[in-house]
């Protein structure tokens, strides 16, 4: 008996777990809707961390890099609140 369904042909948002009413149904609760923000804003801020770095580096040549990236990584995170 397998342990694991074989999703590899099934779309995302039809697997009963991930699909919008299952999802919307979750965030109705509090904590959980409470833990998908922290959990959203970290990996927004994780990932502004390397697109900033990578774009301050300057061995990526970007011609003028403080114009593509305004806000350093930690003003980001003020502004998500973690």
Do not use: W
Not at 18 to 24: E, F, L, Q, R, V
């Amino acid at each position: 008996m397998p342990h694991f369904h074989d999703t590899a042909n099934d779309p995302l948002a039809e697997m009963e777990e991930t699909s919008p009413a299952s999802m919307s149904e979750s965030l109705k609760v509090p904590k959980l809707r409470s833990e998908a923000v922290a959990q959203v804003s970290k990996s927004l801020a994780e990932a502004y961390d390397l697109v900033y770095n990578a774009i301050m580096n300057p061995e990526n040549h970007y011609p003028d890099p403080k114009s593509l990236a305004r806000h350093p990584p930690d003003q980001i995170r003020t502004i998500l609140g973690i």
